[in-house]
């Protein structure tokens, strides 16, 4: 955890949820200083000074905190983040490992699934912890080429992130604690093997929007289908949704591919009938939520084939 040279002010969003704010503390951590003066009658008579960095425990233990711990504590910490590790292979060594996480492209999802990086001399790895799952994996002799892409994360920061090719064709996004590292410990672990530089592609410059603003998203969970805050983005060929947490849009969805969009009386932070029911050509349904519904409707039956329904 490194600190932000640029001061902070406090801010006040009832649209964020607990869910993003847990999030962030798992998987980033958060520093918090507090000055506190405790008066009565204009008389301070008190004054607290709090210094706390608040993380998920394996996040601490890699940042070398709680070091004032007991030897008896912090080892059951530490077997306790043991427990999770990656189940390795017989006679496999692990390499490295790091957190990190897996860029999730398939179906309506796209974005971020935080774990733990793990690289061995025969594998390369995203664990996450819980619920324990391998969010992805690949031979080290499936690599073909890697390299360090600059991303421009929600917040503005721009971070190296780790494009992997594969030889089947296909090209996965990592993100790494070390992105630098991680890198050059692949194209070790390759050694006698080239590993090709992936061509840098420039981003495609953005279409300006028929209608963007805030929305909510009933975005599908293992748990079942949890309403998020963020902002929508409606353009001539796709509707985009992104958290404030998120560095990539959980929904990129093609208006070619939105059959109908209605309105349904269901509960929603939006209040009751603000919730857009959008159907698509693989017969999925998407729940959005809008303080002006009516707008979100009538641009996205304008923006492509949709059939009206109700």
């Known amino acids: 955890m490194t600190a932000d040279p640029a001061p902070m002010r406090p801010t006040r969003d009832p649209r964020v949820t607990l869910d993003d704010l847990l999030e962030v503390l798992l998987n980033k951590g958060a520093v918090l200083h507090l000055d506190l003066i405790v008066a009565v009658a204009d ?73 733990t990086v793990y690289l061995t001399d025969r594998r390369l790895v995203v664990l996450r912890d819980e619920p324990r799952e391998i969010l992805w994996q690949t031979g080290l ?7 360090l892409a600059p991303e421009r994360t929600v917040g503005g920061e ?97 208006t070619a591919d939105i059959t109908a969009v209605r309105r349904v009386p269901a509960y929603s932070p939006a209040g009751e009938d603000g919730v857009l029911a959008v159907r698509t050509t693989a017969g999925d349904e998407v729940r959005l939520a809008a303080d002006d519904p009516a707008a979100w409707t009538e641009r996205l039956r304008a923006a492509g084939p949709v059939a009206a329904a109700g």
């Open 158 to 254: 721009e971070r190296l992130r780790l494009d992997v090719a594969l030889a089947d064709g296909g090209q996965e996004r990592l993100s790494a604690r070390e992105p630098g590292e991680l890198h050059a410990l692949i194209t070790e672990a390759c050694a006698g093997r080239p590993v090709a530089a992936l061509p840098f592609t420039p981003p495609a410059e953005e279409e300006p929007p028929s209608v963007e603003g805030h929305l909510w998203y009933h975005e599908p969970r293992r748990g079942g289908p949890l309403w998020r805050g963020g902002r929508g983005r409606l353009t001539a060929d796709r509707l985009i949704w992104k958290s404030p947490v998120d560095s990539r849009p959980a929904l990129v969805l093609s």
């Open 43 to 115: 008389i301070p008579l008190i004054g607290v000074s709090l210094r706390a960095a608040v993380a998920g425990m394996e996040t601490m233990l890699e940042h070398g905190m709680m070091r004032h711990w007991d030897e008896e504590t912090r080892a059951w910490a530490e077997r306790s983040v043991a427990r999770r590790a990656l189940e390795l292979e017989e006679g496999e060594n692990v390499v490295c490992r790091m957190s990190g996480g897996h860029l999730l492209t398939e179906g309506l999802y796209h974005g971020w699934r935080p774990g």
């Open 141 to 147: 002799d499936a690599v073909t080429a890697v390299r």
